[in-house]
């Protein structure tokens, strides 16, 4: 019967897989403005959209931490993206701390230190497992840029300087924090089920933190990008970093749902990631 079911979803997944770049591209297009369009009228209060995300980056972090405490190896996950996960939750926590002190606060909080348990694990009691040569991207590669471009487009409030540059850092930080480990993934072709899940976590609470940007642009017709005190450049640029970093995990979304879909425990891409 599993079989039966999933036969139209495998014809449909082997036709995208045959067709050229532009048409997965639109396929893909089409599929997540479906997914916008159900949000924005089966949630009414689309701040919801943003306690999602943030709650189940937090499961993603407890699939890891299950996998290194029963599995015993790190093997396949990358040290540098929970790094700069880490990098951009102090961040926006030191912030939260000063400007909100709500549930997104203690979200943060609960995610942190999660991810630097994780860290402690790779860097000390599982050092042997992890394979540094395939987690080959320079972290500056990343900071910096981010480091540079939050001093120059940052939110305009009655907060210190700092503290809306360190708010911009971490929202840029965020948006690319995930590359060390596509590339990673990129380099052996292949993700172990546990990583293959927080990975699609990581897609699927992207992809909700930039569905509330967007309903919000659409319902105010685009005048929410250019709010009054926010700076011009800002809030175009947190939109652009979300869509930035949703596109960037789509295609590992893609081939995750597939391997899904034909009982595959493991995820194998058939072409760069």
């Not at 591209?25 to 999602?52: E, I, P, Q």
């Not at 927080?198 to 609470?205: D, E, I, M, R």
């Not at 009982?263 to 891409?269: A, E, F, P, T």
């Amino acid at each position: 019967m599993g079989r039966k079911r999933s036969a139209p979803l495998n014809k449909l997944f082997a036709w995208v897989r045959r067709q050229s770049t532009k048409v997965k591209t639109l396929v893909a297009a089409v599929s997540m403005l479906a997914a916008l369009v159900a949000l924005k009228f089966l949630v009414h209060d689309h701040n919801h959209f943003f306690v999602a995300s943030e709650s189940i980056h937090f499961a993603g972090i407890l699939v890891l931490i299950y996998k290194l405490t029963t599995k015993k190896t790190c093997s396949g996950l990358s040290l540098k993206t929970q790094e700069l996960t880490a990098m951009f939750l102090a961040a926006r926590l030191c912030c939260s701390l000063f400007m909100e002190g709500d549930i997104h606060t203690f979200l943060d909080f609960l995610t942190l230190v999660a991810t630097l348990w994780v860290v402690y694990m790779m860097r000390l009691k599982l050092k042997s497992s992890y394979v540094a040569d395939l987690d080959n991207m320079p972290l500056y590669y990343v900071a910096v840029p981010c480091a540079i471009l939050a001093m120059l487009i940052h939110p305009y409030t009655h907060h210190a300087h700092s503290g809306r540059m360190l708010w911009a850092f971490s929202v840029y930080v965020e948006s690319i924090c995930v590359l060390p480990q596509l590339r990673m993934i990129q380099n052996t072709k292949m993700i172990e089920p546990f990583t293959a899940n927080y990975v699609f976590a990581l897609g699927v609470a992207r992809f909700l933190g930039c569905a509330h940007w967007i309903i919000k642009v659409y319902d105010s017709a685009g005048a929410y990008l250019f709010l009054v005190g926010a700076s011009y450049g800002w809030l175009p640029m947190v939109l652009l970093s979300e869509v930035v970093q949703t596109f960037i995990l789509a295609d590992f979304c893609y081939y995750y749902i597939k391997s899904r879909m034909n009982g595959q425990l493991l995820v194998s891409l058939s072409s760069p990631v």
